[in-house]
């Protein structure tokens, strides 16, 4: 089974930038979607941005588009997500996440992943 560990989070203060890490073990990176989740206190968890490095395919979350970048460093079996211009909406619990490429991206968007990192929290201060 594929294991998931994000790191990263810490406080910012509004228009500022944290970049977030998920390291990926236990299986082959390439077969995989990483996907990164958010949950804000009080809200519903949302899907935020995912991967598929091997097809060179990226999603965005509409909120997220042209702040936050995601990327994968596949000899450290990493992805990041750089998040810049960030505002206090954007505090929340970030979770990686992956799920078997060949169940397709749906599985993102419906967040039916096959395995889940621990969260890591972010802060922004306005």
């Known amino acids: 089974d594929v294991q998931l560990q994000a790191s990263g989070g810490g406080l910012v203060q509004a228009g500022g930038s944290l970049r977030l890490s998920c390291v990926v073990s236990?299986?082959?990176?390439?077969?995989?979607?990483i996907g990164w989740f958010r949950q804000a206190t009080g809200k519903e968890r949302e899907g935020v941005s995912c991967?598929?490095?091997?097809?060179?395919?990226?999603y965005y979350e509409d909120s997220v588009k042209g702040r936050f970048t995601i990327s994968s460093d596949n000899a450290k079996n990493t992805v990041y997500l750089q998040m810049n211009t960030l505002n206090p909406s954007d505090s929340a619990v970030y979770y990686c996440?992956?799920?078997?490429?060949?169940?397709?991206?749906?599985?993102?968007?419906?967040?039916?992943?096959?395995?889940w990192g621990k969260g890591t929290l972010v802060t922004v201060s306005s």
């Open positions: 996440a992956a799920v078997r490429i060949d169940r397709g991206w749906y599985s993102f968007i419906i967040q039916d992943m096959d395995s």
């Open positions: 991967i598929a490095s091997s097809r060179s395919l990226e």
């Open positions: 236990g299986s082959t990176f390439d077969d995989y979607i």
